[in-house]
Structures are given as structure tokens and as C-alpha cells.
């Protein structure tokens, strides 16, 4: 039942989200734009709900030869890569607004396992076996106030398959509450492979 009023709920929340955040977001828009060469927009093929791929929207935040198929904490000399208004915008997750079109659209949700890139084969398969690919991806999650990118992927697999099979009214309000902590303590956001935090 809840599943039904979830829907309903993301898509009036994301929408007076978005008519609310729509100044702050053509701000970022032109700061982007003025600050360095490429779109304002990064388009990203991710897996949905029952693996069906879709395009994930975000403010872009590296350079236009930045390689565009794979994940930033594994990526070598991600650093490189970030432009400057983009280090802020990652910290902040301010990055992650145009996903509200996303929400709206019906590709995710509000809360949910965070959305795996099309290739990150092994992240999808230990999701398979707790049924964490079979709801609607989220904004926000269990693995990403949990850890974030800091968790191995048995780990965060384990973790989006506890809100996957728990979903509910109160855990989804849980987590909104701990993400809006998470993110103005700039938790969990890692940039580029070991390799390079060493």
C-alpha cells in the first residue's frame, strides 16, 4: 500500500522541489557554464527498477574529457578531472538536483538504492541477490548515509537490500533526515581510486 502513496509522494515533493530550488538551480546553471567549457548538464546511462536503463541527470562537474562510463572513486586521478565549482558542488550534492526530473519522471525515487552505472556489473549482481534491483532507484539511501562510497559493494548490496525489503513510511523519513545531516558534513564522498588516496 505504501508503495502506491510513495510514488505519489515523490512526485509532489520532487516537483515543489524543483519550482522551490528552480532560482538556486539557474545560479548553478550559469556559474557552470561561465566557468567552464561543456554543458551544463552530465547524462549518465544508469540501471532502474528491474535493471531497465535510463539517463540520470546532474550538474556536470568535471571536464568535458573526463571518461563518462565510470564511477569517480575508482577513477584514476579523479581529482584532475573535477573543476573547480564542481568540488563544491560534490561536496554539497548540489550536483544531484536535476535528478528531481528524474523523480518526476519516474525513473527513481526519493529514497532508494542509489542508482548503479550501466557497467558496474558487480555491484548489480550482489544487489540481485537481496532484491535490491527490483525498486525504483533513489536520490538518497540506506548505503548512501551508511558509508557512502566508502563501502565495499557486499556491503552497500546488503544495505540497499534491507530498504528494498523494509520499505516504509518512518524509514524513509529516517533517512531523509540523516541525508540532510550527512550532506552538510560532506560525509561519505570519496574522489578517485585507492591508488590515488594513498
Known sequence: MYLHIKRALDFMLSLLALIVLSPLMGVLALIIKLTSPGPVLFKQKRVGIHKQYFKIY?????????????????????????????????????DELPQLVNIIKG????????????????????????GANDVLPGLTGLAQVDGRDELPIPEKA???????????????????????????????VVEGSKEDRK
Do not use: C
Request: net charge positive; proline share 4%.
Open 158 to 188: 546488503r544495505r540497499d537490500g534491507y530498504y528494498a525489503n523494509h520499505i516504509s513510511f518512518g524509514l524513509d523519513v529516517k533517512l531523509i533526515v540523516r541525508t540532510f545531516f550527512s550532506v552538510i558534513r560532506f560525509e561519505g
Open 107 to 130: 525513473d527513481m525515487a526519493i529514497v532508494g538504492p542509489r542508482p548503479a552505472l550501466w557497467n558496474q556489473h558487480d555491484l548489480i549482481a550482489e544487489r540481485d541477490k537481496y
Open 58 to 94: 546532474k550538474f556536470r562537474t568535471m571536464r568535458k574529457d573526463a571518461p563518462s562510463d565510470k564511477a569517480t572513486h575508482l577513477l584514476k586521478n579523479a581529482k584532475g578531472y573535477i573543476t573547480p565549482v564542481g568540488v563544491f558542488l560534490r561536496k554539497s550534492s548540489l
